[in-house]
């Protein structure tokens, strides 16, 4: 092993160039039952293609600018839905937490109540809440073995009670403050929104010629250039297009940003980072994982901190979007949303596969037929029908596409 | 094959006992392990096989006895001490995570680090392709793949190939070829034979005698807790062998074996 080896030992693994290549290497992934992100990708694709034809609205640039608003908060929980199927967990009790997100915020936003931290410590504090109350969920499954679907069932009941104690008699609680209600009702000017468009595409380009030169200069398999080159391309394409469509109406929101962001900062998370590595590595094997040095409790602990945290975080985002908090905060589909959101951007629910990614796919699928039933004008119990007969499909084709990866050993 | 170089044993047992509560599954036991030389340890269920590398390993403590390393008494009292002295044992079900890549398992618990705290992929994406070339690990075709899409034979590689990356001296592999078809039994077999021939000294546990006598330079044999001598392979048979598993006599008690202390 102390061999100096040269490093092209792996030459013979390169498919071949060109985008052909790529293609016949991702039909067999296919066919081996690895799905990948592509069932997102037609879903989306038939739904928006069916509200257009159904809905004159649908395809407009102002109900795009809504849709986005829409499924913010969705998409911010589900990235913590994500890391927790990704253990292999679930944690019931999001709904709940992102109630109490909404609430923490508009309490501590409330001005002349004694404590005067403005916008920003409200949004810190409520973050802060839900962090904990993942700690703490998490430290009953990670250290006693309690399961984590009863310890997160007794969260979802619990944090209930305290949403109701809180907001007591009045029931609803209003918040003044610019800075909490712009989290979702703030759109930027246009000329930002090309900004970023901008620093987008150039930092899309400066990854990959990074990771290129890198592999490069290390000697090792470069992958497939034109498939990356297609790839950046496409995703900036993406980019400038949203811009464009939102420019035609307020700009770009906030809260579409902030989704973005926060998927970008957690995939690096997951991917780049060592505790990223160790979670795939527990969801996948945790007798491998805790055999290798790992503190699986740690891991898991952590993971429900992000879970609590992202949760409370979607709660501040809903709570903004209607600028108060009332007794429904967290309920209703709140915590189903969320957790299909990871599930039908192809999370596995059997842990140690899945992307951040998921979560913003996933919520756009919801969040789309959402929006498009009720331009439709069609009534809640279509809505929820629609949502759980697509729920189901995306827990089929997880477990249909594990069995065939099994089958084909992947 | 080549008989050891080395005098001193690499690893050294000197009379260790162990006993879980009125079970005696170790009494008395001389074991040894040099460099460059692969050591089998056979015998029948319950010989005490696993104590004795579960004890090297520090996942039991030895009751009685000296353990030497390089000439040298060692104390090993938990499984961090065994790999701060280069010990890596193997164990049957791998420990690998299957949804991670080639790369990933090697590194797993051990990343590597580039200046900003990411993990370096490129350098662990090119140390493992060495360590598997130096073994001339071939049949694993990207180490970019996951270990799911490995076979029975590869995981194994990939799993010996895990131990002997972190400047280990003795890797000890348990049952490395149980569940095995014949090629792949052979792919492992090689495996294990080049690991000697880098210089590590290798423990082999198996119950298939065939593969020992394939593989091995020495074999001691365990029966009943005991050891019943330890055989050069060029000097033995596979009768022998069986005879002293099944029958054999230990070597500084004479006349105790099967006298009772039967081991669970």
């Known amino acids: 092993m102390s061999t100096a080896a040269p490093p092209e030992v792996q030459a013979a693994a390169v498919p071949g160039d060109g985008l052909a290549a790529a293609a016949r290497a991702y039909f067999d992934k296919l066919r081996a039952g690895d799905v990948g992100s592509l069932p997102v990708f037609v879903a989306l694709a038939a739904i928006t293609i069916f509200f257009s034809a159904k809905s004159g609205v649908f395809f407009t640039a102002v109900n795009f600018d809504n849709l986005m608003v829409q499924m913010a908060g969705t998409a911010v929980m589900a990235i913590g839905v994500v890391f927790v199927l990704l253990l292999g967990e679930i944690d019931l009790s999001i709904g709940s937490v992102s109630g109490i997100g909404g609430v923490a915020v508009a309490t501590f936003q409330q001005v002349g109540t004694g404590h005067n931290i403005g916008g920003g410590g409200a949004i810190v504090l409520a973050i802060a809440a839900g962090a904990v109350i993942g700690a703490i969920q998490g430290s009953f499954v990670a250290l006693i073995g309690v399961p984590s679907f009863v310890v997160t069932l007794a969260g979802l009941l619990a944090f209930e009670g305290v949403i109701l104690q809180r907001l007591g008699s009045e029931g609803v609680i209003g918040i003044q403050n610019n800075t909490v209600n712009n989290v979702a009702n703030y759109f930027l000017p246009k000329n930002w929104g090309w900004g970023i468009a901008a620093a987008v595409a150039l930092a899309l380009v400066l990854t990959a010629a990074g990771g290129y030169w890198t592999r490069r200069r290390a000697g090792l398999v470069i992958g497939n250039v034109p498939l990356i080159v297609l790839r950046v391309v496409a995703l900036a394409v993406i980019t400038f297009g949203v811009v464009m469509i939102c420019n035609h109406s307020r700009g770009v929101p906030f809260a579409g940003i902030l989704v973005v962001g926060l998927v970008v900062f957690w995939t690096y998370v997951a991917r780049r980072t060592t505790f990223g590595r160790h979670v795939y590595a527990v969801g996948g094997n945790p007798e491998a994982a805790r055999r290798a040095g790992i503190n699986v409790a740690r891991i898991r602990i952590l993971v429900f901190m992000i879970s609590g945290a992202m949760a409370a975080l979607g709660g501040i985002v809903f709570a903004a979007r209607l600028s108060s908090v009332d007794l429904s905060a967290g309920s209703g589909t709140v915590l189903l949303d969320a957790i299909s959101a990871a599930v039908i951007g192809g999370t596995s629910l059997f842990g140690g596969r899945g992307y951040v990614r998921a979560a913003l796919l996933g919520a756009l699928v919801i969040k789309t037929i959402e929006n498009g039933l009720d331009l439709l004008g069609q009534t809640d119990w279509v809505k929820d029908v629609t949502t759980g007969v697509i729920l189901l499909a995306a827990v089929t084709l997880d477990t249909v596409s594990r069995r065939r990866l099994q089958a084909s050993g992947r | ?264």
């Open chain 2, 1 to 264: 094959m080549t008989a050891p170089v080395n005098d001193v044993p690499t690893l050294e047992l000197r009379g260790v006992s162990k006993a879980f509560g009125s079970v005696q599954a170790l009494k008395d036991v001389d074991f040894e392990v040099r460099d460059g030389e692969v050591m089998a340890l056979v015998g029948d269920n319950g010989a005490g096989k696993s104590t004795l590398i579960k004890s090297i390993a520090g996942i039991h403590a030895f009751d009685e006895g000296e353990v030497l390393f390089d000439g040298e008494p060692v104390h090993i009292h938990g499984p961090k001490d065994a790999a701060r002295l280069g010990i890596e044992v193997v164990y049957q079900d791998l420990a690998l995570c299957d949804n991670l890549d080639v790369v990933q398992n090697m590194y797993l618990g051990r990343e590597a680090h580039d200046a900003l705290q990411r993990l370096n992929e490129p350098t662990m994406e090119r140390r493992t392709a060495e360590t598997l070339k130096s073994l001339s690990v071939t049949t694993i075709s990207s180490v970019r793949q996951t270990v799911a899409t490995l076979s029975g034979g590869q995981r194994q590689s990939v799993a010996v190939a895990r131990s002997v990356m972190w400047n280990s001296r003795v890797v000890i592999l348990d049952e490395p070829t149980a569940a095995l078809g014949v090629a792949q039994t052979r792919q492992v077999l090689d495996l294990v034979r080049r690991l000697a021939e880098q210089g590590l000294a290798v423990v082999i546990i198996s119950h298939n005698l065939h593969d020992v006598f394939e593989v091995a330079d020495r074999i001691t044999v365990l029966r009943l807790g005991r050891d019943v001598g330890v055989y050069e392979r060029a000097k033995t048979t596979q009768q022998e062998i069986v005879g002293a598993i099944t029958a054999g006599v230990p070597t500084k008690v004479a006349g105790i074996a099967g006298t009772g202390e039967e081991d669970v």
